[in-house]
Structures are given as structure tokens and as C-alpha cells.
């Protein structure tokens, strides 16, 4: 792997992306694949100074852009425990803009000018909705100049690959990361991923 890469994971509320939907928040971060054989990363870095987490606005979505919010996906939400809603769905004053997410995102990438390579957990989601809210900005030319579309790549199919397409290696948890990791948790999720990651080239390393 190049050094930098940088990784994004999205929770919506929706599904269809031809209709266009709200975000409720994105996590993303840089993280430097030189160091997964020299110095690993730990859950606890990446959970707490790599990846970071902005919660957006979703009625100024549904307002400026004519996103549409996805009842079976907010049931879906409203099925889970009270915590994860407060934390995740419910508006907060710490709430920002479509606006103020395209604009952390491109400082974030502007200072680290080699992180190439974009990764997802699906690129046929994640991407098209990133691209979309820059499109309504009008920071489209900007971001795919940084964001190449050739360079995105997603970790299912890295990890697809590497296991021969064994039924749910996608989402591996070690025993190690159990106690640590909390399902839905944006930041935790792109966390895993990355660790799933520096797990697999360690290994083909030993």
C-alpha cells in the first residue's frame, strides 16, 4: 500500500441514491499505511486522533436541497437503543452544515496533499453521496481534483479478495477488538476497517 490514504464511512437517512437523501454524520481520517508494519496503529489511536466525526444538519438538508428522508430507514433507526438514536439521529447544537462538512473535509485533504488513494466500504454508496453534497455546494471540481474517481477503492472487496470470497470475512471482528468496538458508531466503523486492513498486510508479511 502507498503511505496516505484517506477513508470515510457515512450513516443516512436513506438508501435510494437517485432520489437523494440526508446524511446524519460522517466519520473520516487519514491513515498512513507505511505504519502498519514499522509502528501499527491501536483501536484506541485511530477511535481517538485519526478519525474524526461530523454530525450534519438534516432538516437544513431536507430545506436547501430537497433531500428526502427515507421513513424505512428512519424506522430502522428508531429500532435501535435509545443511545445510539441520542447520539446519532437526534439534532445537536454541535449540528453543521452541508457547507461546513464539504469545507473540513477539503482542508483535511489539502493538508495531507498525498493522500491519493479515497476508501469506502461500499463504492457504489459512500462516493456518489460525498460527490453529491460537494456537488450542491458547487465544490465538485474541487474535491474530485483532490478525490480522483480512478483512486477510490472499497475494503470489502480488498478483503473479499484476500479471502477468496469466504461468506462474511468482509466484516471480521478479532477477539481483540470485541470489547472495544460499538456497531453504528461511524467513528468506530472506519476505525475496524482500517485495523482490518493493517491486519491483513501484517499477515502476508510474517
Partial sequence: MNSQHFIFDFETLGIDLLK???VL??????????????????????????IVKDKLKVASQVEDFGYK???????WWKSKDSKLINEV???????????????NVMKLLYS????????SRSNT?????????????????????????????DTRTYIDAKFNFAPK??????????????AHNSIHDVAIDVMRLQKLIIAENE
Fill in 25 to 50: 454524520e460522517c466519520a473520516y481520517g487519514i491513515f498512513d499505511a507505511d505504519r502498519f508494519l514499522t509502528d501499527p496503529y491501536t483501536f484506541e489511536e485511530l477511535v481517538e486522533s485519526v
Fill in 69 to 75: 428522508i427515507d421513513p424505512n430507514t428512519l424506522a
Fill in 169 to 182: 470475512m468482509t466484516s471480521f471482528i478479532l477477539e481483540e477488538w470485541q470489547e472495544k468496538f460499538e
Fill in 89 to 103: 439521529v437526534k439534532p445537536s447544537k454541535h449540528d453543521i452544515s452541508v457547507e461546513e462538512f464539504i469545507d
Fill in 20 to 22: 437523494g437523501f440526508p
Fill in 125 to 153: 454508496f459512500d462516493p456518489i453521496i460525498l460527490y453529491r453534497m460537494a456537488t450542491d455546494v458547487n465544490r465538485m471540481d474541487e474535491l474530485s481534483n483532490r478525490l480522483k474517481h480512478w483512486n477510490v477503492r
Fill in 112 to 119: 495531507n496533499p498525498n493522500a491519493q488513494y479515497w476508501w
